[in-house]
C-alpha cells in the first residue's frame, strides 16, 4: 500500500462540512492535476461549473432534490459533458459535423467521469471530502438555464466540497469475487455471493450511527429501478443536440 491506495481504501461520503472556505488556488491545483485522466482520442469532452454564491447553491439544491447539503457546503461543483468545443473546433476547421448517433454521449459521459473522480481523489488527499450528486438531472433544462449552458453541453453529476465535518462510516463494497471475472463472465456464481452481500449490508445498515434500518442490497436494488427513473433524460439529450434525432 501507498499514500494513493490509502486515500482510494478510506474514501465515504462527506454530507457535513465545517465552515471553511476552500481557496481558488487550492482548487486550481486540484484541477490542474486531475486533467490528467485519461481521455478519449484526447478530446477532454468535460467542463466543471465552480459554484460558491450561496443564492444559487440554494436553487441547485431545491432543483436536485432538495439537498441541504449541496446550499451547506464551500464549493459546489457541477461536472458537464462538453461537446461544444469540439463543435467549435469543426466551424474553425469549416469541416461538417456529425454528432448525431450515440457514441459521442458515451465518450463525453466517460471524459466526464473519469475528470470528476480525479478531482475527488485529488481533493481527499488535501483533507477535503466530498459527496457526487446525481440529483443535478433532476431538472436539467433548469440547471443548464441557470449556468448559461449552450447546446453540446449537459450537467452530467455535481459533487459538494468542503473540510469535513462529520465522516461516516464506510459503506461495505461487494466482494471481489462478485465484480472480476477470469477471462469469461461467469454468472453462475452471483446469486451465492450476492446473498452474501446481502447479510453484509444488512448488517451494515442496523448498525451504523444514523439512519438505521433493516435492509439488504437486493431489496434496495429492486425498490430503486422499480419503475423507470428520470425519462425526461432522453428528450433533454435530443434537446442539447447530444445525438438521438
Request: negative net charge; glycine residues 4%.
Amino acid at each position: 500500500m501507498n499514500f494513493l491506495m490509502d486515500v482510494m481504501g478510506s474514501h465515504r461520503s462527506v454530507r457535513n462540512f465545517r465552515d471553511k472556505d476552500i481557496s481558488s488556488d487550492l482548487m486550481n491545483q486540484i484541477f490542474e492535476v486531475s486533467q490528467w485522466a485519461s481521455t478519449s482520442n484526447h478530446l477532454q469532452a468535460y467542463s466543471v461549473i465552480v459554484m460558491r454564491e450561496k443564492d444559487k447553491k440554494k436553487s441547485l439544491s431545491e432543483l436536485s432534490g432538495h439537498q441541504a447539503h449541496i446550499a451547506e457546503c464551500p464549493v459546489f461543483l457541477v461536472f458537464c459533458a462538453d461537446l461544444n468545443r469540439i463543435k467549435l473546433s469543426h466551424e474553425l476547421e469549416k469541416k461538417s459535423m456529425n454528432f448525431n448517433f450515440v457514441e459521442p454521449l458515451l465518450v463525453a459521459t466517460v471524459d466526464t467521469a473519469l475528470f470528476g473522480q480525479n478531482v475527488l481523489l485529488a481533493a481527499e488527499s488535501l483533507g477535503l471530502g466530498g459527496v457526487f450528486i446525481g440529483g443535478i438531472r433532476n431538472n436539467p433544462h433548469e440547471v443548464c438555464d441557470l449556468l448559461n449552458l449552450p447546446e453540446h453541453v449537459f450537467p452530467l453529476f455535481g459533487m459538494c466540497l468542503g473540510y469535513p465535518e462529520k465522516v461516516n462510516e464506510q459503506k461495505p463494497r461487494m466482494p471481489l469475487s462478485a465484480v472480476v471475472h477470469t477471462e469469461q463472465y461467469d454468472n453462475e456464481k452471483l446469486a451465492g455471493l450476492i446473498q452474501e452481500y446481502n447479510d453484509t449490508m444488512k448488517h451494515y445498515y442496523e448498525n451504523r450511527t444514523s439512519a438505521k434500518r433493516s435492509q439488504t442490497w437486493t431489496d434496495y436494488v429492486s425498490e430503486l429501478y422499480k419503475e423507470p427513473r428520470r425519462v425526461h433524460m432522453a428528450e433533454f439529450l435530443k434537446d442539447k443536440k447530444f445525438g438521438f434525432n
